[in-house]
């Protein structure tokens, strides 16, 4: 119905009130193992010294089927049930940015946009004339560039750094729902077989009322 | 041998009988369109939404420290947790659907005419208690839209004449939405199902007494009526059925399409959301509160605009039978109240602006017109009609009435007559 909503909204809105409002990147997301586990790699270089994800565990990244090598260098000697928090303390965090990083187990859920916002961030930064670096999506940001997204706008560079985007927002979608292939799976079941039982009804109903007249 | 135990009860407890009259031989008439699914539909998510919600409350922890955790412990750790979260996050739309489906059949139809103004009032009720359930359920995961609806809506009651702001802290327990705000609401959130459980039993004696309405308008001879089980059992059935595909597919593949992005953000005190939006359900009762532009003006016209619903039996002086079936006028008033329904969803929706608060306006006095009117249209499209003739069946029928109607005034006279 939300969806719907927005369809109609953003069909019929005047411009006046969105054009602040920076147009996201559309991402084609990885749901496959290489891909979370790649994108998991990444966001432990780039992104684990300052963000928390604490509704995750190492065990859940192994019970994923993540290569138990990399878990065991990701956690060192942290316990397999402690949650993967940021290597740096929140207040460190507060005294260097002004303000603690976010939690990113649901960022992925609590953007609106979901992915494409994330991914949109990660590669929204540029190169101000004075040199510090701006964000298009979210201009109030305090994280630095950290993919160094800014200063590799072409070619090569630009690719591998999209890339690495994708791959991050590939595991932070999987780690903000972590039962969603299950869902479609299941779902696609229970549609079918909803589908065969309300066809069945319908003509258990047919044969009823054709008694009547 | 079951069948003494069935006659040992029967000698006891109205069983059969109870089952023969109001189950399975429950005279029911046979032109029913699929328009009268939707309040079996509606008892059918009431019983899923307290199913799910039981055990959503042996995982839950009402603490303002540990609810948003414990939401989280449900998606992730409890095994098919996520499943029940979201029957039961949609479920709530969904009920609130077929409710608003349910409600415009009435309209339409005009089953909220005599002799059925009680169902039509005790499903007043039943919607007021829908809506302050689903409204203290959404506290409790404890996300940013979450505390900031609570925290909006609570502060209406600051309109109170005197004591607006004791009962607010009343409300509340506390000067702010807090732990003593969430344990309450969990507690009557909990409560509150039973009370409309009992709520829709009054529901259905009612229903019993004077049956159920039918497109025609027209009372059914007995032999238009036929036994519930099993022509609307099945019929009943395969409604559900497709009910149960739709609702599966907002469970299965799109169930973050109603919820808010905001509310995955843990409730924060200290900083308020960019915008801050209620349930869609809510959101054309919202955007009447906004249009006016002073606080106790606005809780006025939400207060009516969920209440006018139970004027309709007044406001309806047609003699002619029915709803819209033979009363084009009030067809057209009908279209243009769900149109105007629309309109005010998504103004409720879309942060404020100049162009949309004026759209807002035009809208909420439309909606409260579209029930000034009545009175005038019934009268006026009575003369009409009459004037162009209307099928004999439907003349026969409101001269039978003017007849009955005459009779019992006779009696009355005859009676006072009597004691004078």
């Known amino acids: ?203 258990v109903k047919k044969q009823v009322w054709s008694k009547l007249n | 041998m079951p069948g003494r135990i069935v006659e040992w009860i029967d000698q006891r407890f109205p069983l059969t009988s109870f089952v023969k009259h109001e189950l399975t031989g429950y005279p029911t008439p046979r032109n029913l369109s699929y328009w009268w699914n939707f309040g079996f539909l509606a008892g059918f998510v009431l019983v899923l939404q307290v199913a799910t919600g039981i055990f959503l409350a042996m995982h839950y922890k009402a603490d303002v420290a540990l609810s948003f955790d414990s939401i989280q412990h449900i998606m992730r750790d409890v095994n098919y947790g996520w499943l029940l979260r979201y029957m039961h996050a949609v479920g709530a739309s969904a009920f609130f659907f077929v409710i608003f489906v349910h409600m415009a059949r009435t309209l339409y139809y005009g089953s909220y005419r005599a002799p059925r103004e009680l169902m039509w009032w005790t499903g007043q009720g039943l919607l007021l208690l829908l809506m302050a359930t689903a409204f203290m359920g959404y506290l409790l995961p404890w996300g940013q839209m979450s505390f900031w609806g609570a925290t909006v809506i609570t502060n209406l009651f600051r309109a109170t004449p005197f004591f607006g702001d004791q009962i607010v802290i ?29 709520a829709v039993l009054i529901h259905l004696v009612a229903l019993h007494t004077v049956k159920s309405s039918n497109p025609s308008g027209i009372n059914l001879a007995d032999k238009d009526n036929i036994p519930f089980h099993p022509y609307f059992t099945t019929k009943d059935l395969y409604g559900l059925g497709i009910f149960l595909i739709i609702y599966s597919i907002f469970v299965f593949f799109i169930p973050n399409s109603l919820i808010e992005p905001a509310n995955n953000i843990p409730a924060n005190p200290m900083q308020t959301p960019n915008h801050i939006v209620p349930e869609w359900y809510f959101l054309p009762f919202y955007a009447i509160l906004r249009s006016v532009p002073n606080l106790v003006g606005g809780v006025l016209a939400m207060g009516l605009s ?88 439907v003349m026969a029928l409101i001269e039978k009435e003017a007849l009955d109607k005459e009779e019992r005034k006779q009696k009355r006279l005859r009676r006072q007559g009597d004691i004078t």
């Open chain 2, 170 to 198: 009343w409300l509340r327990g506390d000067f702010t939405v807090g732990d003593a705000t969430l344990t309450r609401f969990f507690s009557l959130h909990y409560l509150m199902p039973f009370i409309i459980f009992g």
């Open chain 2, 306 to 393: 969920v209440i006018i619903f139970a004027f309709m039996p007044f406001l309806d002086r047609s003699r002619i039978p029915g709803g819209a079936r033979y009363r084009p006028i009030y067809k057209l008033r009908f279209y243009l109240f769900v149109l105007d329904m629309f309109i005010l969803g998504y103004v409720g929706y879309v942060p404020p602006t100049t162009q949309t608060i004026l759209i807002g306006q035009i809208a909420t006095v439309i909606y409260f017109a579209s029930y000034f009117i009545i009175p005038f249209i019934s009268v006026k499209e009575d003369a009409w009609l009459f004037k162009r003739g209307l099928p004999p069946e």
């Open chain 1, 1 to 203: 119905m939300r969806t719907l909503l927005k369809i109609v909204l953003l069909s019929c809105i005047s411009l006046s009130a969105w054009a602040n409002e920076a147009v996201l990147d559309k991402v084609n997301l990885e749901n496959d193992l290489k891909s979370i586990e790649r994108g998991a790699d990444t966001l432990m270089g780039a992104c684990h010294s300052c963000h928390t994800l604490k509704y995750v565990h190492y065990r859940d990244l192994l019970n994923f089927g993540m290569d138990k090598q990399k878990v065991e260098a990701w956690r060192g000697d942290q316990p397999l049930d402690s949650a993967l928090v940021a290597q740096m303390s929140e207040a460190d965090a507060i005294n260097m940015f002004g303000k603690a990083p976010p939690d990113l187990s649901l960022m992925v859920k609590a953007r609106e946009g979901g992915p494409n916002y994330v991914y949109s961030y990660l590669l929204g930064y540029y190169q101000k004339p004075d040199g510090s670096t701006g964000n298009h999506i979210y201009p109030e940001t305090k994280m630095p560039d950290i993919l160094n997204s800014g200063g590799s706008t072409e070619g090569k560079q630009h690719a591998e750094v999209q890339a690495q985007a994708r791959d991050i927002v590939s595991f932070l979608t999987w780690v903000s729902d972590p039962h969603e292939a299950e869902r479609l799976r299941l779902g696609y079941y229970v549609i079918g077989y909803l589908i065969v039982l309300t066809t069945l009804l319908y003509f």
